[in-house]
């Protein structure tokens, strides 16, 4: 039986006997700065730079009505959400009526209202969803899911504003951010 040593081996191109000593030092590992920038884009989704995170609640009392609205304020492009908007009606109501500016809507697809306003309508550049009278005391609670469009970047901002038939009670502004 014959023996070979490890230095007469044939290697095939680009291996040869330094690629079998285990002492190569700091260049066998990954670099640092590799690990640092993983960690950063790790700690980033954490954190809910790019979205993702719990939003804080947007809430208001006008006296007659109060009104909370719990929705993401930052998405992504594609990305499905959720709002819920609740009325709250501190005196009776004639007519409770939800208005949003189209602005903040725009580049976004509105896929379902739960519970279907009584009537829908656009009046003063705004659209209207009536929902009809409310007792001290009651609330309501809406329910919208959306899309955000591909065309959407940056984001967008607008208004959502509560109304007791035609008059205003009460404007609550709010910005999204959209990255791709």
Known sequence: MTTTSSSNRAFPDGISNRNLSGDRGFARHASPLSILLLGALLLAGLAGVAGGDSSPIVARNFGVASV????????????????????????????????????????????????????????????????GPMKAGDSLTIKIDGQINPPLFAGTHGAFMVYDGTRKLGALPLSIRVFP
């Open 68 to 131: 909370s609205i719990d929705t993401p304020h930052t998405l992504r492009n594609g990305e499905f959400f959720e709002t819920r908007i609740r009325i709250r009606a501190n005196s009776d109501l004639t007519d409770a009526t939800l208005a949003i500016t189209p602005d903040l809507w725009h580049d976004m697809t509105i896929n379902t209202t739960l519970p279907e306003p009584a009537e829908q309508t656009f009046d003063h550049g705004m659209l209207r969803w009536s929902y």
